[in-house]
């Protein structure tokens, strides 16, 4: 369940500022998600990608663990 959660935060959050971008710059919808995926010189994208995957597996071992104290707790 928090992985269900956590996409549709990531998504949901990206559909926002994807829409607030495309009201300030006039851009097209297509156009301000590349501009959001495009990364500049000098960006750590090792940072960026890495927050995002560390955030994924801590959901996924959450998701994990409530499943399992669940399946106990019915015992």
């Known amino acids: 369940m928090v992985t269900f959660v956590y996409l549709v935060m990531y998504i949901g959050m ?3 500022i994807s829409l607030i971008d495309m ?3 006039k851009q097209s919808f297509f156009q301000v ?6 990364l ?9 990608g890495g927050t995002v995957f560390i955030g994924f597996i ?3 071992v959450i998701d994990y663990r409530l ?3 669940k399946g106990q707790k019915q015992v």
């Open 58 to 60: 801590c959901s996924i």
């Open 40 to 48: 500049d010189e000098g960006t750590n994208e090792w940072l960026i």
């Open 33 to 38: 998600i590349l501009r959001l995926f495009t």
């Open 14 to 16: 990206l559909v926002l």
């Open 67 to 69: 499943r399992k104290n």
């Open 23 to 25: 009201f300030i710059w």
